[in-house]
């Protein structure tokens, strides 16, 4: 069995191994070569995406705070006086107008003046017997 | 000059100027690396990327390399790895059993643009293709490699026992498939 093996039934292309080691060796080369010039921002890199990734759920937390805390976690409703409150809330109301509609109200007592008459001629157009009423009643 | 001495040079050349000593270390060690691979991945465009990757990587490691071990067994880890990485590779992406990838590499020891043996090595190489893949890799490294088991040991990281035994159980069945025995 040694005998058949002497020889090694492989072949390889003319001159291959002086062009892979020539490849092999440029390959390595380039790799030092891409390594070296380390610049600042190269070597700051990790720290910046520290930086930024702490900068962002600092973000995140403050604005999920600001959406879902609920007011009564906050304890406490600003105190301010009548005259504060009527100067920034009432400012923009226009006072003649919501006393008109004041007024309108306050004069309306739930009934119009309507005479038997109308309401004769209004059940006649209806077409309801008086009749009917009687019995109701 | 022996390996030992050859391998003691290129590591002086290694700390003193990494770029001739990794230049040295190639220069000595492609050719015997490249058959070790070829042998075990068979097709001479899988074995040149799987030579490459090895210096590739050997490159990348060069500075974890401690002097424990000897700097030939060191490489031929690494290639028996990366041969290993790409005939997995191969069983994964061309979704065949094993016992066709067999026969595949089988039919590409004389298929292949690259192969120039006559009947009786086509027939060895056949015959060595059939072993376990393990198997596969201790008879080449015993029998064309002519690897001492100590080396072997370290460099498949078993124990010399069972590596006398694997090579013994892989000379017998290929011995029965030639009709030697």
């Given at each position: 069995m040694k005998d058949i093996a002497d020889k090694s039934p492989f072949k390889v292309p003319e001159n291959y191994f002086e062009e892979v080691n020539k490849k092999i060796i440029a390959s390595t080369a380039e790799k030092v070569n891409e390594t070296k010039p380390e610049g600042i921002y190269r070597r700051l890199k990790p720290f910046l995406a520290v930086a930024a990734t702490v900068a962002v759920l600092i973000l995140l937390s403050y604005t999920a705070l600001k959406i879902f805390k609920p007011a009564s976690i906050t304890g406490k409703i600003p105190e301010i006086s009548l005259q504060e409150f009527s100067d920034t809330y009432l400012n923009d109301i226009d006072i003649l107008t919501l006393e008109e509609g004041a007024s309108a109200i306050a004069s309306f007592d739930g009934v119009y003046d309507v005479s038997d008459a109308d309401i004769i001629d209004y059940l006649i157009v209806e077409n309801i017997d008086l009749n009917d009423i009687y019995e109701i009643l | 000059m022996g390996f030992a001495d050859q391998d003691k040079e290129i590591i002086e050349l290694l700390r003193?100027?990494?770029?001739?000593?990794?230049?040295?270390?190639?220069?000595?060690?492609?050719?015997?690396?490249?058959?070790?691979?070829?042998?075990?991945v068979i097709l001479h465009e899988d074995a040149d990327d799987a030579l490459q990757n090895t210096f590739i990587n050997a490159w990348k490691k060069i500075g974890e390399f401690r002097n424990e071990s000897a700097l030939y067994t060191w490489l031929y880890?690494?290639?028996?790895?990366?041969?290993?990485t790409l005939i997995n590779k191969r069983k994964r992406y061309s979704a065949v059993s094993i016992d066709e990838i067999g026969n595949y590499l089988a039919n590409s020891v004389e298929g292949s643009t690259w192969f120039d043996g006559d009947e009786a090595q086509i027939k060895l190489q056949n015959a060595i293709l059939q072993l376990p893949e393990k198997q596969r890799i201790v008879f080449n490294l015993r029998y064309f490699d002519e690897m001492p088991y100590e080396e072997m040991s370290k460099v498949l990281n078993t124990s010399e026992g069972a590596l006398k035994a694997s090579y013994h159980h892989a000379v017998k069945k290929i011995e029965e498939i030639l009709g030697l025995i």
């Open positions: - | 003193k100027d990494a770029n001739r000593g990794f230049r040295l270390l190639v220069e000595s060690y492609s050719k015997r690396l490249y058959w070790h691979i070829r042998r075990l880890t690494i290639a028996t790895n990366e041969s290993l």
